[in-house]
């Protein structure tokens, strides 16, 4: 059975030496209001990012590969390379002498400039999809045919020049399907050694009692027919994101901040089942290299369940609790919709209530949340086998979910227990990235790279994405 506990977290790693407190400076919005200096200061955010500054250490320097391995001469093809996972991946895999071929739906956010001014990566800009009519407006991120809305086949095939290994998240903008299947075909045609693509489960296929989720479905389908064509392939399933949480007010992984100081977490999932979770920015990167690393002689056609903590939602919230050191607690209840959110996750989202029935009281009958038991009992021993140095829930907690937040224009990490009542966000609009032809969207448009298909915006981190 998987462990129940969370993950011990190595100690004996080499960290630089701290700098100055002139480095440790918050950040200019803050600076003049608070006159101290961030209580969490550590982060993993590579050299390039802003929030480096605010930041101890990095911890691409202290967070050691599993093995050592000398300088490799391949280039990794990766799409959608301002997500969350793709972002990782490419921070380890460029710092360790990999190239990469990155498709990059812009040039804009702060995670795009980051991958884009790497020298170590060729950046490729465009949809992986193509309006047939210039004045189409309509959501592409709706699950199933979207006539008039086709492949850009041209910028896949272009990817894949050069290529000898491939890591693909696909995403629900476009039909992703046939954006999944095409993708595929340009790798095998390329010769590409070793595809590494993310996926998930279609519940459906494990029980007909069990409803699809939409977008995860689609992943499934994408997944057989790399099987059908014979691509020399591997399948990760990612666990919940750690960095899914925050105080903005996104349905399913809102951690709402309370006039008193405390934190509520509400969502349909059993308190006590357990759900596989990890830290996407900071642990997909290292496990992808050691897959690449060890080749299709090991990891063809095999699935990894790519979590590092196997915790139930009370878990998750004591650990948040014991980082940030005030009270958290954990509600079940429906998913709230209180910001605008693409018509593809909506769809989700009303998927994973009925999967994650609030009728059921019962942890043990909780479907899992891979589909498959028997991978899910590989949590979260598959994933130390490949990167054993992660970053677990109570340590993101204490040192990156503030720095997250201040990044979204939050300043209750500033205010300490002595202080008083603490505040809560400033008043900011909060939307979430549609398939930007909506004309309710404004002018942020549809300007970021997503891997899982919600997007901050109109504040200063707004090219990360939350899963469901």
């Known amino acids: 059975m998987p462990s129940t506990n969370p993950i011990p977290i190595k100690t004996d790693l080499a960290f630089r030496p701290v700098p100055s407190e002139n480095s440790n400076a918050s950040s200019p919005k803050t600076a003049g209001v608070h006159g101290t200096r961030h209580k969490h200061t550590r982060s993993s955010y590579s050299e390039t990012s802003p929030l480096t500054a605010v930041s101890r250490n990095n911890s691409l320097t202290y967070r050691p590969l599993k093995r050592s391995m000398p300088s490799p001469d391949k280039t990794i093809a990766i799409i959608n390379a301002s997500g969350r996972q793709a972002a990782s991946l490419i921070r380890i895999a460029t710092a360790v002498g990999y190239r990469v071929r990155a498709q990059l739906r812009n ?116 997944e057989k027919y790399i099987r059908k064509i014979g691509l020399p392939a591997t399948f990760v399933y990612t666990g919940i994101y750690n960095n899914n949480f925050t105080s903005l007010l996104y349905p399913l992984f809102c951690m709402e901040l309370l006039s008193d100081g405390s934190f509520k977490w509400q969502a349909p999932f059993h308190p006590d089942a357990k ?153 900011e609009a909060v939307d979430v990235a549609d398939n930007g032809g909506d004309p309710a969207g404004g002018e942020d448009g549809d300007n970021e790279s997503l891997d899982e298909g919600l997007v901050m915006r109109g504040l200063k981190r707004d090219e990360e994405s939350w899963l469901a």
């Open 107 to 222: 040039l804009e956010g702060v995670i795009a400039t980051e991958v884009a001014t790497n020298p170590n990566v060729t950046v490729i800009v465009g949809e992986l999809y193509l309006r047939n009519q210039p004045d189409d407006e309509r959501d592409v991120t709706v699950h199933g045919h979207l006539p008039g809305i086709s492949v850009n086949r041209t910028l896949i095939s272009q990817l894949f020049n050069g290529a000898q290994l491939a890591f693909v998240n696909t995403t629900f903008y476009g039909n992703e399907i046939q954006i999944g299947e095409a993708i595929a075909d340009a790798a095998k045609k390329a010769g590409v050694q070793h595809y590494v693509y993310s996926s998930m489960p279609d519940h459906a296929a494990y029980s007909p009692g069990w409803p699809s989720l939409p977008l995860w479905a689609a992943k499934h389908e994408v």
């Open 275 to 427: 759900l596989p979770w990890l830290d996407a920015e900071h642990d997909v990167g290292p496990a992808i290299i050691q897959v690449f690393k060890d080749g299709p002689e090991k990891w063809d056609g095999k699935r990894i369940a790519l979590a590092y903590e196997y915790l139930t939602p009370s878990e998750v919230c004591e650990a948040f609790e014991q980082g940030l050191g005030r009270p958290v607690r954990y509600k079940r209840g429906p998913i709230e919709l209180r910001v605008k959110i693409p018509e593809g996750y909506r769809e989700q989202l009303e998927a994973l209530e009925k999967l994650f029935s609030l009728n059921n009281n019962d942890p043990e009958k909780q479907p899992p949340y891979f589909g498959d038991l028997e991978l899910e009992k590989k949590c979260p021993e598959d994933a130390l086998a490949l990167w054993e140095g992660p970053r677990g829930m109570e340590e993101y907690a204490r040192e990156i979910f503030p720095l997250e937040e201040e990044a979204n224009g939050m300043t209750w990490m500033f205010q300490g227990e002595d202080e008083g009542a603490f505040e809560g966000p400033e008043d």
